[in-house]
């Protein structure tokens, strides 16, 4: 079964600028334990959540190994500095654990989790982990939340078919069958999607689902009417959840995930997707997924991650 792993203080270590006071702070000097059993916590703070999993990346063939990223990416937060934001403060949770190829209990730990952390009208913010981390966050934001709209960027629209079992690219299309299942609306749009990296089935599985997605060559190329439909899709629902596959970014940006992409995009393409995504003030829960430090060149895709989740908690 899956387990919580407490806040590791160590995890968050840097340099302290003593003569610059509190307009020299880094996070690992703002970062607070999460206060679990009692109520002096702050609202409008962001909570970070490791689900240290990639049972779903096994499942699914992929290159294991991001199960260990929370920690790596925990630590390239603590070097980054205060800015100016409207977050109250910065907790963390500690991790999920799946242990050996617990995935399911793993997810139950995290939905339970989730929707505390939301029902304390914080804002969750969950370090993958392989792209399974995705569903369990969308099944807790629905206990909370309706006319939720799914926003993920990722080369990939993550529509198979669970063959046999549940796996990192079969969230969405769960996502799909538990709307179906619960009389909700499947809304979803994925961003950076790569032709070459789905097959025909999936995306005819995605239109029949009423899904949209806008390509990485529309990004590239600075479509307007790829850009209208992300905006036209945040302004038409309550509340989203964002979801950041790290293997949208181009192999020569991140080469550190379980599936590398060719024709990817650019750290500044995707800081500005965040930008027109939290302009709105609707995102309620994010995760970052698909590290994978195995494969990492100098940290660079660690940094990525670490800076694509500064613009997020300074965006809300």
């Given amino acids: 079964m899956g387990m919580i792993q407490p806040f590791n203080k160590d995890v968050w270590q840097g340099r302290t600028d003593v003569e610059d006071g509190v307009l020299g702070q880094r996070w690992h000097q703002l970062i607070q334990e999460f206060p679990r059993e009692h109520q002096a916590y702050l609202e409008k703070a962001v909570v970070f959540l490791g689900f240290a999993s990639d049972e779903g990346v096994r499942r699914n063939k992929g290159r294991v190994g991001a199960a260990s990223s929370p920690d790596l990416i925990r630590k390239m937060l603590s070097v980054l500095p205060k800015m100016p934001s409207e977050v109250s403060a910065l907790y963390d949770y500690g991790n999920i654990i799946c242990v050996g190829t617990q995935l399911e209990e793993a997810r139950s730990e995290q939905i339970s989790v989730v929707k505390n952390l939301l029902a304390k009208k914080t804002y969750p913010l969950v370090l993958g982990g392989g792209h399974e981390v995705a569903l369990g966050n969308f099944i807790a ?16 629209l993550d529509m198979r078919i ?7 690219g079969t969230g969405f299309y769960e996502m799909y069958r538990w709307c179906e299942q619960n009389s909700r609306k499947f809304n979803y749009l994925a961003l950076g999607v790569q032709k070459i990296s789905n097959t025909r089935a999936i995306f005819e599985r995605a239109e029949t689902a009423g899904a949209h997605w806008v390509t990485a060559d529309e990004i590239h190329a600075g479509s307007k009417s790829g850009f209208d439909k992300l905006e036209a899709f945040v302004a038409t629902h309550d509340v989203i959840y964002l979801s950041l596959d790290m293997d949208v970014f181009d192999a020569a940006f991140a080469p550190g995930v379980s599936a590398p992409a060719t024709n990817g995009l650019t750290a500044f393409q995707v800081k500005n997707l965040i930008h027109r995504i939290f302009k709105y003030r609707k995102v309620r829960l994010m995760d970052v997924a698909e590290f994978n430090p195995n494969y990492d060149i100098d940290s660079r895709t660690a940094r990525l991650a670490a800076h694509m989740i500064s613009e997020m908690v300074h965006s809300l």
């Fill in 162 to 168: 669970p063959h046999p079992d549940t796996n990192s």
């Fill in 141 to 156: 934001l629905n206990d909370r939340f309706k006319n939720i709209g799914i926003i993920n960027i990722d080369a990939h």
